[in-house]
């Protein structure tokens, strides 16, 4: 049972990126997903979710109208496009997973936007 994130890196402001998570050892499809961050010294941030066949999505105030959550369950994985970043989007990027009575999380990947 594993969710690995990928795609994250060092940005300017303005940029973009586009997250994966590549999900294994379950039935991605009966998961409903979200991302999450933490930047240094803040609590987590729940910033979108996506229903287990794509239908809802959901996203934090902060990254509406900016980040694209989708996901493929024909490849077990999910994404988060993001666009016009900011300075604050600085943090370690999550993708979790709740369904069949459990949560899961990967590892993370890092995103930092610098000039």
């Known amino acids: 049972v594993q969710l690995v994130e990928s795609g994250g890196g060092l940005v300017q402001p303005g940029g973009s990126l586009r997250l994966s998570c590549a999900a294994s050892?379950?039935?991605?499809?009966?998961?409903?997903m979200t991302w999450v961050r933490q930047a240094p010294g803040k609590d987590i941030e729940r910033v979108s979710g996506?229903?287990?066949?794509?239908?809802?999505?959901w996203y934090a105030d902060s990254v509406k109208g900016r980040f694209t959550i989708s996901r493929d369950n024909a490849k077990n994985t999910m994404y988060l496009q993001m666009n016009s970043l900011k300075f604050e989007d600085t943090a370690l990027y999550y993708c979790a997973g709740t369904g069949e009575g459990r949560a899961i999380r990967g590892q993370g990947t890092q995103v930092t936007v610098s000039s």
């Open positions: 050892g379950f039935t991605f499809s009966m998961y409903y």
């Open positions: 996506i229903s287990n066949d794509g239908s809802k999505k």
